[in-house]
């Protein structure tokens, strides 16, 4: 990079000779730039060459089979030259550096500027913690089991189809070691999808749009075959394969690590709380139905229950007045000294009725059937109405007489005439 253009932001370069150019990312972490890209645009009347210069490219200093392959499988997959390309640099991500190779004298024109809020990253963000709060529930839904088929066929053939073919595999070993070698590739496919969609759209439309025809017909017919998930296993493991696949889309989401990092982990501890902030939901209902007042329930009596209530509650009174005349606390002396008949007051100690049968007979008289008392009653009621009814006669005698004279007066001289 030492001979290289350095780019910053807000720069339109005009040239039209070879030339390679750097974009030194700003190590210093800004939370407003949380969501921020630097967009290079590179454009031109002939065709140019685009070619991105990195470290990773050199496929010598690769340590691993897997690196030497990839790389090899990146050398190759290069993009066709064309007129105009875009370049989207993550803030806080790694330096970018690429060459332009113009095979014509015709100026091309690089532009930097900075978008302060990425939709798409945005996107995957808000995507991200949406999956993982909504993993569980969307596991179960039919739809988006068909949905997840179809994306999974598109994206990940190679996984889609040993998915397919587990029943024939007759070892969960060479399933497995075939798993994650048909991850791995697909990853990277999909990481050179990526790089190139642009190329791809522009040049290759036709073939793009008839794959993922294709294959998202294929994928639905196959997944409608099998039905949706049935078992508690699968579901589990389709509702963990949300949450990872979540993970990494607020990953891809930010520009900060250490904010995904921050944002992951208060997930996890937001879905592991919901366990014991249950369990203390249910313990305080419990406790508060426990320690809750019964509501008093009113239940009204017919007339037979209420004369028996009376009856017993009055035997008790009088046994508990019993007992405690017969008790030594009680100042029997006084007591008799100001009765007036302390001979009855001992007869009704010793158990006698505290009523005398003169007196049961006297209060009937009083107040039984056909007794002086319910007369007196009668009448009262009888007078009152008699008295409200000449009132309301007369007013009505009264209003009677006005409108007869009202009906006389337009003819004074009837009678006369007549």
């Keep these: 990079g030492k001979n290289c253009s350095l780019l910053h932001e807000m720069d339109v370069i005009q040239k039209q000779d070879e030339n390679c150019y750097c974009y030194v990312q700003n190590r210093t972490i800004h939370l407003q730039y949380l969501w921020s890209t630097v967009q290079i645009k590179v454009s031109s009347r002939e065709k140019f060459r685009f070619e991105p210069i990195s470290e990773k490219n050199n496929c010598q200093n690769s340590e691993t089979v897997f690196e030497f392959a990839a790389c ?73 089991f068909y949905l997840s088929g179809i994306i999974l066929g598109v994206l990940a053939l190679l996984v889609f189809v040993l998915l397919t073919l587990k029943r024939f595999i007759p070892r969960h070993s060479t399933f497995w070691i075939l798993m994650s070698g048909s991850c791995m590739v697909s990853l990277y496919l999909i990481y050179c999808f990526k790089e190139n969609l642009q190329w791809l759209w ?105 004369r028996e209530q009376g009856e017993s509650e009055t035997i008790r009174a009088l046994e508990e007045l019993r007992s405690f005349c017969r008790s030594p606390d009680f100042p029997s002396w006084i007591a008799v000294s100001k009765l007036q008949a302390p001979h009855r007051f001992a007869a009704f100690v010793l158990g006698s009725p505290h009523v005398s049968p003169s007196e049961a007979k006297a209060h009937d008289e009083q107040y039984g059937i056909g007794s002086s008392f319910l007369e007196e009653q009668l009448f009262e009621t009888r007078a009152q109405s008699e008295q409200d009814k000449p009132a309301n006669s007369v007013h009505e005698e009264d209003e009677e007489i006005a409108n007869e004279m009202h009906t006389q007066v337009p003819f004074p001289y009837a009678t006369e005439l007549l």
């Excluded at 030259?81 to 024109?109: A, R």
């Excluded at 996107?123 to 709060?133: D, K, N, Q, W, Y």
């Excluded at 040049?203 to 078992?231: D, M, R, W």
Aim: proline residues 3%.
């Design 202 to 306: 522009s040049e290759h439309k036709n073939y793009l749009l008839g794959y993922f025809l294709a294959v998202g017909i294929t994928s639905f017919a196959i997944c409608y075959q099998h039905g949706p998930l049935t078992t508690e296993l699968s579901i589990n493991l389709l509702t963990w394969m949300l949450q990872l696949t979540a993970f990494v889309l607020i990953y891809f989401g930010v520009t900060i690590p250490q904010v995904a990092y921050a944002v992951i982990a208060v997930s996890l501890c937001s879905k592991g709380l919901c366990y014991p902030l249950g369990a203390a939901c249910h313990i305080a209902r419990k406790m508060k139905h426990h320690f809750k007042s019964k509501k008093l329930v009113f239940k009204y009596l017919t007339e037979e229950e209420y």
């Design 72 to 144: 090899a499988v990146q050398i190759l997959w290069k993009p066709e030259t064309c007129t105009e390309t875009f370049l989207s640099i993550k803030q806080y991500g790694e330096d970018v550096c690429f060459k332009i190779q113009p095979f014509k004298i015709e100026p091309y024109i690089v532009r930097v500027k900075r978008e302060m809020l990425d939709g798409k990253l945005l996107f995957l963000f808000v995507a991200g913690i949406f999956l993982f709060h909504f993993a569980n529930n969307l596991s179960r839904s039919a739809k988006f």
